[in-house]
């Protein structure tokens, strides 16, 4: 009994954080990480992002860095949720006891007398797998970078993260860029 609170103590905090991330209906897509003052530089990270940002603000202490999570596509954001929601009520039908094909004038499967049975390993199932198929509509495997919100990199078109030494090229052609555009007089006609 302890064991299944324990699971739905922790099935409410994975729904309480998916939901304070989509206050209003609108998806908060930012967890920012602001450190100095300059040029921005933004990651959209999956895992690697600490030991870029490391690199980086050595390097060059003026950029401001951010990271924010790559949001997959809302039909992929949707199905999470909704299974979310789905284990939550699924395993709470399952303690319960309650029969909801009954409700539907239907004959209980064979599974769900099972689950009756064995409750615990019947929670824990939804539970995992569940949250299984949820991370697995949330991944993206994206790490997309951004200076000054213009791509400097993106994972999802190359297919594989930039080197350091990459990086490092990408950010210095692109900071002699930026002082050489700010060094050319603007006329105006």
């Known amino acids: ?28 897509k930012r967890l920012k990480m602001q450190y100095a003052t300059g040029p921005l530089l933004k990651f959209q990270i999956w895992r690697v992002f600490e030991e870029y940002m490391r690199v980086i603000s050595q390097r060059y202490p003026d950029i401001r860095i951010e990271g924010e999570n790559y949001l997959p596509q809302p039909i992929y954001r949707h199905i999470a949720s909704f299974l979310s929601v789905f284990k939550l009520v699924l ?3 399952i303690i319960v006891g309650k029969d909801p094909f009954a409700f539907f004038g239907m004959q ?32 993206t495997g994206a790490f997309e970078i951004t ?43």
């Open 108 to 139: 209980a499967p064979s599974i769900w007398q099972w689950g009756q049975e064995n409750k615990v390993y019947a929670c824990m199932m939804v539970f995992f797998l569940s949250n299984m198929i949820e991370n697995q509509c949330m991944s």
């Open 1 to 28: 009994m302890r064991l299944l609170l324990l699971l739905l103590v922790a099935a409410s905090a994975v729904v309480r954080s998916e939901a304070s991330a989509n206050l209003g209906g609108v998806p908060s």
């Open 91 to 93: 395993i709470g039908l």
């Open 147 to 189: 200076l000054n919100d213009v791509p400097v990199w993106s994972k999802l078109e190359s297919g594989h993260l930039p080197s350091m030494q990459q990086l490092v090229q990408i950010l210095d052609n692109e900071m002699k860029l930026n002082v050489h555009m700010d060094s050319i007089p603007h006329h105006r006609s």
